[in-house]
Structure formats: C-alpha cells, structure tokens
C-alpha cells in the first residue's frame, strides 16, 4: 500500500496537479531574465530611459533654481526694510 492510512481517516486519492498557467514571463514581460528580447532593444530602452531622466532634472534643477531666487529675493527685500 503506497500510502498508510491514519488510525480513523479514510483514505483519499492524491489528486493530480493542476497546469501552470501563472507563467510569470506572460505576466510580467519585462523581467530581466527573460531570454528572447534583443539586447539592442534592451539597450535603447535603457537610454530612452536615461533622456527621460536627464529631461527631468533639469526641470527639477531649473525649479529649484526659481525658488532660491524667490527666497533671496524676499529676504533681500526684508533687509531693505530694515536698513541693514
């Protein structure tokens, strides 16, 4: 007997595993690992990536270099008041 039963339980078949149908590369298709892309592609993602960022720090630099003129500007004009 393959499988020996337990003092009071009756005994059940094993029931066979289900397919796989998780396939995690058809879930999530940009996985590193996956095989099958070209790496030129992976490469041109990866700069359009790179622009994209540079893209936005300069925006962020260019945002945060507007603020800094603000704040001097309005600490410049307290100074002016008060004759410093």
């Known amino acids: 007997m393959p499988f020996p039963r337990a003092a009071g339980?009756?005994?059940?078949?094993?029931?066979p595993k289900r397919p796989v149908r998780d396939d995690l590369f058809s879930i999530f298709p940009?996985?590193?690992w996956r095989?099958?892309?070209?790496?030129?592609?992976?490469a041109d993602r990866v700069r359009q990536q790179v622009r994209e960022a540079q893209i936005r720090v300069g925006q962020n630099f260019a945002r945060q270099r507007?603020?800094?003129?603000r704040v001097r500007a309005v600490i410049a004009r307290r100074r002016l008041r008060l004759g410093r």
């Open 30 to 32: 940009d996985l590193p």
């Open 9 to 15: 339980r009756r005994y059940t078949p094993r029931m």
């Open 66 to 69: 507007q603020a800094t003129e």
């Open 35 to 42: 095989t099958h892309r070209a790496s030129t592609g992976r």
